[in-house]
């Protein structure tokens, strides 16, 4: 046999193990076994603390500017 048959046999036994074990793992990582934490509430997003330099100062409200109209020609 030519090499192209072998390397055609080993390339397409690679593919089924991986396939197998990619079905296997998705498999086992949707099984739930009732150690969820979540309690189905409301959860509560608290914004990260940001620690600034001194004399920076984070503003309390988003910047607004007035765009000038632009004319049209």
């Given at each position: 046999?030519?090499?192209?048959?072998?390397?055609?046999?080993?390339s397409g036994?690679?593919?089924?193990?991986?396939?197998y074990?990619?079905?296997q793992?998705?498999?086992?990582?949707?099984?739930n076994?009732?150690?969820d934490?979540?309690?189905?509430?409301?959860?509560?997003f608290?914004?990260?603390?940001?620690?600034?330099?001194?004399g920076?100062?984070?503003p309390?409200s988003?910047?607004?500017?007035?765009?000038?109209p632009?004319?049209?020609?």
């Amino acid at each position: 046999m030519n090499s192209i048959y072998f390397d055609l046999i080993l390339s397409g036994l690679t593919y089924v193990i991986l396939t197998y074990l990619t079905f296997q793992l998705m498999k086992r990582r949707k099984v739930n076994n009732g150690t969820d934490d979540d309690e189905g509430g409301v959860s509560e997003f608290v914004p990260p603390h940001i620690d600034l330099p001194p004399g920076v100062v984070w503003p309390d409200s988003p910047l607004v500017t007035k765009r000038k109209p632009e004319k049209a020609y």
